[in-house]
């Protein structure tokens, strides 16, 4: 992959700062929906996006997760996370935790990601 093209960015934020960081052309542009139709029909080549997002517009272009290539790792720093209101009671955010937990534990969490791929 050569720095000099251009690739499509869903936003203007870290993933365009780290982009053009690495001497990339970044486009920006403002729905992962239709980034997603346009590199399906080869409009452009490259779309940094979220693995389970990648492979949920995929699926609903009625395409596989597995038809993508993974270039490189952007980032190895974060994870996403549910954000929640600060407002939002700590039995919620225990119950949400717990519930999530489990669902790692007992594999529910990966058959659903699994669907994606």
Known sequence: ?????????????????????????V???????????????HR????????LSAAYHMKKQGKRFSDLERLLKLENRYDYYLALNVGTPDHIIKALQSALDEMKKDGTYDRIKQQYE
């Open 44 to 51: 452009f080549h490259i779309l940094p996006a979220l693995e």
């Open 1 to 25: 992959m050569e720095p000099h093209q251009t690739l499509k960015s869903p936003d203007s934020g870290a993933t365009e700062k780290q982009l053009l960081r690495l001497g990339f052309t």
């Open 27 to 41: 486009d920006l542009c403002s729905s992962d929906g239709q980034n997603f139709k346009k590199l399906i029909v």
